[in-house]
């Protein structure tokens, strides 16, 4: 199968002070449509970096990446950060551990929020779409402050899909979950997998990891 998004020797360095820190220390990473990778590796590996790369969220130093067939990172010519959002819209759904949702936003206006910014979106799903898919419509209505975990990354997540993404990335997405509640994310995020989108999840969890194709581990900014 084709590869959806297919990195070569990325790098990124960060020059703190008089030191440079080699957060990404030559990284290959290709993925599959429908494949699910979990990251993992110790706090401070590069994980979070890695994933913003492959994200196109930030650039590397060095390398190369491709989403879709498409050249972002390595080619001759700078992308604009114009072009950069396209790709962003086009392809990724991105899920962080934090959630990062509006609180004086009902379930529904968080959902809603970023289709604001997509003009002509032809795949976009509707924000009942998304939630119904969660299994959370009956939430719509209601504040963060008013959900549990759980609901909070549900909302996250149907969030995150409604541009209908190819990609979906996630930060640890189960990092402030009981376990019941990693569970159903967990479920969530392979019956996604199945239905054609990849899935890259950086995690601490075990069990979450089990559930994915293959795992790839990460210390300090190479793959072991
Ligand atoms: P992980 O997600 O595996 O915990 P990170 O990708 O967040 O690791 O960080 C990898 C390394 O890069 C760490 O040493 C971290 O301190 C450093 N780092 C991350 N972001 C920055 C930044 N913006 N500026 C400087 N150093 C950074
Ligand atoms: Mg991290």
Excluded: W
């Amino acid at each position: 199968m084709k590869n959806i998004i297919s990195a070569n020797g990325l790098k990124k360095i960060y020059h703190r002070g008089s030191e440079d820190v080699h957060a990404v220390d030559g990284i290959n990473f290709d993925a599959a449509p429908g494949q699910m990778t979990a990251i993992i590796g110790p706090s401070g590996s590069g994980k979070t970096t890695l994933l913003n790369i492959l994200g196109c969220l930030d650039n590397p130093s060095e390398g190369t990446l491709s989403v879709g067939g498409e050249e972002i990172f390595g080619g001759k010519n700078e992308l604009s950060e114009k072009k950069l959002t396209g790709i962003r819209r086009r392809n990724f759904g991105y899920i962080f551990q934090k959630f990062y949702l509006i609180p004086t936003l009902t379930v529904l206006e968080n959902i809603m929020l970023p289709s604001a910014f997509y003009r002509n979106c032809e795949v976009c799903k509707t924000p009942k779409e998304v939630l119904k898919q969660l299994g959370i419509e009956n939430r719509a209505g209601h504040f963060p402050a008013e959900l549990s975990g759980g609901e909070m990354q549900r909302v996250a997540i149907a969030r995150a899909l409604i541009n209908s993404p190819k990609i979906l990335l996630a930060d640890e997405p189960t990092g402030n979950l009981d376990s019941k509640r990693a569970d159903e994310i967990k479920e969530i995020l392979r019956s996604l997998a199945s239905g054609g989108i990849t899935v890259i999840m950086v995690t601490h969890n075990l069990d979450l990891a089990k559930a994915a194709d293959r795992i790839v581990e990460i210390r300090d900014g190479k793959i072991v």
